[in-house]
């Protein structure tokens, strides 16, 4: 019944390393989003797909990789990890309407980094 | 200067007073404004949006507007502990992308 759900919930692992997260959605929406919500709660975009294809990509490092194989799937791949990627990642998913819609928000996804 | 500005707070009020949580934004092409509510360690949830200038009621929500002074605001009539959140005020200049405040910290006290 989950309308959004991401996994892992939690996720620790080494400086280096590579890490996944994966997002999906059950409402039907067109559009997807990965935001980042860091330690001061400012909650950022990182990126935006509609049917698939990327829209917003906000200079997020090239380490950061999106990857939509569907519109109801938006992962999210983080190659190199660094002490500064600890944050907490949330999955969105709307519709897409010229004046903006409603995002729902997955669980998110508090990546720490040691 | 942020493209959304909240004051971070913490902004204390008693149970059963108003609320009034206020957000700026640079942007004069915005179009519209949505405010979210986030509890702690939970993914933010949407309250309200508005779209033209002027007040919009949703029961104890009121969201009001005036794209002159690029100005947005929430009150929170009859406050309840269980109000007590982080209220994000958001916006969407068109489309695919909607920019967060940091959001302010509310407090109610019982």
């Known amino acids: 019944d989950t309308a959004v759900s991401q996994t892992p919930k939690y996720l620790v692992t080494q400086m280096g390393n590579d890490k996944s997260i994966k997002c999906e959605q059950n409402l039907g929406h067109d559009t997807m989003y990965w935001y980042k919500q860091d330690s001061k709660k400012f909650l950022k975009i990182m990126f935006s797909?509609?049917?698939?294809?990327?829209?917003i990509n906000e200079t997020v490092p090239n380490r950061f990789s999106p990857k939509s194989p569907d519109k109801a799937h938006l992962n999210l791949h983080i190659n190199s990890l660094e002490l500064g990627d600890s944050a907490v990642y949330f999955c969105?998913?709307?519709?897409?309407?010229?004046?903006?819609?409603?995002?729902?928000f997955g669980q998110g996804t508090r990546l720490t980094v040691v | 200067q942020k493209e959304v500005e909240q004051n971070s707070g913490p902004l204390s009020v008693p149970e059963g007073a108003i609320a009034s949580l206020n957000c700026t934004y640079s942007?004069?092409?915005?179009?519209?404004f949505f405010w979210y509510r986030q509890y702690s360690g939970k993914s933010p949830e949407l309250i309200m949006f508005?779209?033209?200038?002027g007040d919009k009621e949703d029961g104890r929500f009121t969201a009001q507007l005036n794209k002159a002074s690029q100005y947005v605001s929430l009150l929170i009539r009859d406050s309840q502990p269980s109000d007590s959140a982080t209220y994000l005020c958001?916006?969407?200049?068109?489309?695919?992308?909607?920019?967060f405040g940091a959001g302010t910290r509310l407090f109610v006290k019982a």
């Open positions: 508005i779209y033209s200038n």
């Open positions: 969105a998913s709307s519709h897409y309407d010229r004046l903006g819609a409603e995002a729902f």
């Open positions: 942007d004069r092409g915005s179009q519209s």
């Open positions: 797909y509609n049917n698939k294809e990327l829209i």
């Open positions: 958001a916006l969407n200049t068109g489309g695919f992308k909607t920019i």
